[in-house]
């Protein structure tokens, strides 16, 4: 278990959040968001407010964001409160705060999967447009499991990676016991087992509109005879997960089983292009390809890509780690991209925008020079986009915070 990390107590306001306030993030007019996300009906008036600080609620360090807004333009932040450290492995649930005022200000805390000693996170929330539920896919191992005694089958099937999903139809406030599909979301050969992190999509476009698209990642057994141990970071592998009937029954997408070693695809997001196509954004797991970010097509709703991943050279700034996308709604609105922009560490939280559907990516702003990690991003009106993601002054895990970027601050 990763020692613990130092606990913030207070928000150091820097240089960069200045700066930030003539930055500008042109957003097209709302529509139906490809995303699932709902632009919100009470914006709020603020720069940037601190939903989750390590240390606080009974929590040691909360990690792995995930953000969107709600039919009623509610804004839910969910994370991982890890209970006994900074580590990945443990007694870790999945928690969630709301907002009514557009990530201003936030409700107390509420447990939505309790670990009860073993680990439950990765959570992947999507609005389903057909009842305006919101669908929850999350992720569980036994507390004393750690992914790389997963990845190498040292784990029994009960205490490895598996699936669950809940709902909730109060809006945020409650959300139903979490329920197993794991026979359905996971292939026998699969080892490791990954929900996105961060929001998934709904489908607004074509035959598969209403269809529940939830971006993920596994790791797979060696071949039979090779000397490998499966622990390799070859045998990570990007898939999709699906369901066209509101969460109740799922089914796997593509899948990404290249397994040899040049583009290694792992954690994903996905974002509905204006097209109908689905553009997914992974992160590289030490390929020998050069870049740590990849990205692929999908013309059929994520049954199947159009080409295998290949590297996105306009985000070679990214190190190894999980990044966000989002399309924005509206006419000839851009696809963003979120992510720490120091290919050497994991630092630098910036915001990149497509207007070619993901084929390139400029960068608009750095939201500041702080260590910084994951993030998830969500269109808050026709004007503001918010970043939830995890930052600090010492190191990235301090708090999770969440930025409000307007074209008019």
Same mark, same amino acid.
């Given at each position: 278990?990763?020692?613990?990390?130092?606990?913030?107590?207070?928000?150091?306001?820097?240089?960069?959040?200045?700066?930030?306030?003539?930055?500008?993030?042109? #957003?097209?007019?709302?529509?139906?968001?490809?995303?699932?996300?709902?632009?919100?009906?009470?914006?709020?008036?603020?720069?940037?407010?601190?939903?989750?600080?390590?240390?606080?609620?009974?929590?040691?360090?909360?990690?792995?964001?995930?953000?969107?807004?709600?039919?009623?333009?509610?804004?839910?932040?969910?994370?991982?409160?890890?209970?006994?450290?900074?580590?990945?492995?443990?007694?870790?649930?999945?928690?969630?705060?709301?907002? #009514?005022?557009?990530?201003?200000?936030?409700?107390?805390?509420?447990?939505?999967?309790?670990?009860?000693?073993?680990?439950?996170?990765?959570?992947?929330?999507?609005?389903?447009?057909?009842?305006?539920?919101?669908?929850?896919?999350?992720?569980?191992?036994?507390?004393?499991?750690?992914?790389?005694?997963?990845?190498?089958?040292?784990?029994?099937?009960?205490?490895?990676?598996?699936?669950?999903?809940?709902? *909730?139809?109060?809006?945020?406030?409650?959300?139903?016991?979490?329920?197993?599909?794991?026979?359905?979301?996971?292939?026998?050969?699969?080892?490791?087992?990954?929900?996105?992190?961060?929001?998934?999509?709904?489908?607004?476009?074509?035959?598969?509109?209403?269809?529940?698209?939830?971006?993920?990642?596994?790791?797979?057994?060696?071949?039979?005879?090779?000397?490998?141990?499966?622990?390799?970071?070859?045998?990570?592998?990007?898939?999709?997960?699906?369901?066209?009937?509101?969460?109740?029954?799922?089914?796997?997408?593509?899948?990404?089983? *290249?397994?040899?070693?040049?583009?290694?695809?792992?954690?994903?997001?996905?974002?509905?292009?204006?097209?109908?196509?689905?553009?997914?954004?992974?992160?590289?797991?030490?390929?020998?390809?050069?870049?740590?970010?990849?990205?692929?097509?999908?013309?059929?709703?994520?049954?199947?890509?159009?080409?295998?991943?290949?590297?996105?050279?306009? #985000?070679?700034?990214?190190?190894?780690?999980?990044? *966000?996308?989002?399309?924005?709604?509206?006419?000839?609105?851009?696809?963003?991209?979120?992510?720490?922009?120091?290919?050497?560490?994991?630092?630098?939280?910036?915001?990149?925008?497509?207007?070619?559907?993901?084929?390139?990516?400029?960068?608009?702003?750095?939201?500041?020079?702080?260590?910084?990690?994951?993030?998830?991003?969500?269109?808050?009106?026709?004007?503001?986009?918010?970043?939830?993601?995890?930052?600090?002054?010492?190191?990235?895990?301090?708090?999770?915070?969440?930025?409000?970027?307007?074209?008019?601050?």
């Amino acid at each position: 278990m990763t020692s613990p990390i130092p606990v913030m107590r207070v928000l150091f306001v820097t240089a960069a959040l200045g700066a930030l306030a003539t930055a500008a993030v042109a #957003l097209a007019d709302p529509g139906p968001g490809g995303d699932g996300q709902r632009p919100s009906a009470r914006p709020g008036k603020c720069d940037s407010s601190v939903p989750f600080t390590s240390g606080e609620d009974g929590y040691d360090t909360f990690r792995i964001p995930a953000v969107l807004t709600t039919t009623e333009g509610t804004v839910l932040a969910f994370a991982e409160g890890r209970v006994g450290g900074a580590g990945d492995a443990g007694n870790i649930d999945v928690v969630v705060r709301r907002s #009514l005022d557009g990530g201003c200000t936030w409700e107390p805390l509420t447990v939505v999967a309790a670990g009860e000693g073993d680990t439950r996170g990765n959570p992947t929330p999507v609005i389903d447009p057909a009842t305006g539920d919101i669908v929850l896919v999350t992720c569980f191992n036994g507390g004393e499991a750690s992914e790389a005694e997963i990845m190498r089958g040292e784990v029994p099937p009960e205490e490895s990676r598996r699936v669950f999903v809940q709902t *909730s139809q109060d809006d945020g406030r409650s959300f139903s016991p979490p329920r197993d599909i794991t026979a359905e979301a996971k292939l026998p050969d699969w080892r490791w087992y990954a929900t996105g992190p961060g929001h998934a999509i709904a489908l607004t476009h074509g035959e598969h509109a209403g269809r529940l698209l939830i971006p993920a990642n596994h790791s797979t057994a060696p071949p039979a005879g090779s000397p490998d141990t499966g622990q390799e970071a070859k045998y990570y592998g990007a898939h999709a997960l699906y369901s066209d009937d509101g969460g109740a029954t799922w089914q796997i997408g593509y899948v990404d089983d *290249s397994y040899d070693g040049v583009l290694n695809a792992n954690e994903s997001l996905a974002a509905e292009l204006p097209d109908g196509r689905v553009y997914f954004s992974s992160r590289d797991q030490n390929g020998t390809e050069p870049g740590n970010r990849l990205g692929a097509y999908s013309s059929d709703g994520g049954e199947t890509l159009d080409a295998p991943f290949a590297v996105q050279p306009t #985000l070679n700034d990214v190190p190894v780690v999980q990044g *966000s996308v989002l399309q924005l709604t509206g006419r000839n609105a851009p696809l963003l991209f979120a992510g720490p922009s120091n290919p050497q560490a994991r630092q630098a939280m910036a915001l990149w925008r497509s207007d070619d559907a993901g084929q390139s990516f400029t960068r608009v702003t750095t939201l500041s020079q702080q260590p910084a990690a994951y993030s998830d991003l969500v269109q808050l009106d026709r004007r503001t986009v918010g970043v939830l993601y995890e930052t600090g002054v010492a190191g990235a895990y301090e708090t999770i915070e969440f930025r409000r970027l307007t074209d008019q601050l």
